[in-house]
């Protein structure tokens, strides 16, 4: 298993520009979440999804958006870059309520 | 909606040491707790969780918490620190319906440790 596979790993943005932070599990997880980690902020929930074809927003979705059209993936958009999104972003599954989550190792976005 | 505070931001200790980092609460009812560590550069790994039953749970590495419904507190704490515990430790809340149809975390600040030979 793979586990939780984001992509890219770096990226640098221009102000306006759009883009798509990818997020594939293979442990069949019907809960995945995108987080913002800033420094001294802690992780920020973005968006989240309980299962395919559903989704809501977290504490900060502006300038996001996320779908979820198949159990594995969970990408996340930013449409309209802003150098308010400069952050590391961390997609995350769990299978239920009880089990821990599992962290894909990060997307570093920079927005100049 | 719940929240996680984590009063100390940086905590310096010497190599074998006793630890304590605090975690306090807010939720109208019981959530489940966890221990997140995220070491530089890295994703985080749990460390721990309680969702019910004994109020001192153990966890890997050494590592142990205890929960005090009184105190809506869920501090971490390890008898002897060894350097490679150097990292950011963040306490999460997790809620949601019975159904668990809207589940979700919530994360602390988290707090630094800095481990000193």
């Known amino acids: 298993n793979a586990g939780v596979t984001q992509t890219p790993k770096f990226r640098i943005l221009k102000i306006g520009q759009s883009m798509t932070l990818q997020c594939t599990q293979d442990m069949n997880h019907n809960y995945m979440y995108w987080y913002r980690q800033d420094p001294g902020m802690g992780l920020k929930l973005i968006y989240y999804?309980?299962?395919?074809?559903?989704?809501d927003k977290g504490e900060v979705p502006n300038g996001y958006n996320v779908s979820r059209s198949t159990t594995e993936d969970f990408p996340l958009r930013l449409e309209l870059a802003a150098p308010s999104q400069t952050s590391v972003y961390f997609c995350?599954?769990?299978?239920?309520?009880?089990?821990?989550?599992?962290f894909g190792n990060g997307t570093r976005l920079t927005v100049t | 909606a719940q929240s996680v505070t984590q009063p100390d931001i940086h905590i310096t200790v010497s190599e074998g040491a006793s630890l304590e980092l605090r975690c306090n609460y807010s939720y109208g009812a019981t959530p489940y707790l966890f221990w997140y560590v995220q070491s530089p550069g890295q994703g985080l790994q749990l460390l721990l969780k309680?969702?019910?039953?004994?109020?001192l749970v153990q966890g890997i590495k050494g590592f142990e918490a205890e929960f005090k419904r009184s105190q809506s507190s869920f501090n971490l704490r390890k008898p002897s620190v060894h350097w490679s515990d150097a990292a950011e430790y963040f306490c999460a809340v997790g809620v949601g319906n019975s159904g668990g149809s809207n589940y979700k975390l919530t994360f602390g600040k988290g707090t630094l440790l800095t481990v000193n030979p």
């Open positions: 309680y969702f019910s039953g004994d109020t």
């Open positions: 995350a599954s769990v299978r239920d309520m009880y089990s821990p989550l599992h």
């Open positions: 999804s309980v299962g395919a074809g559903i989704t």
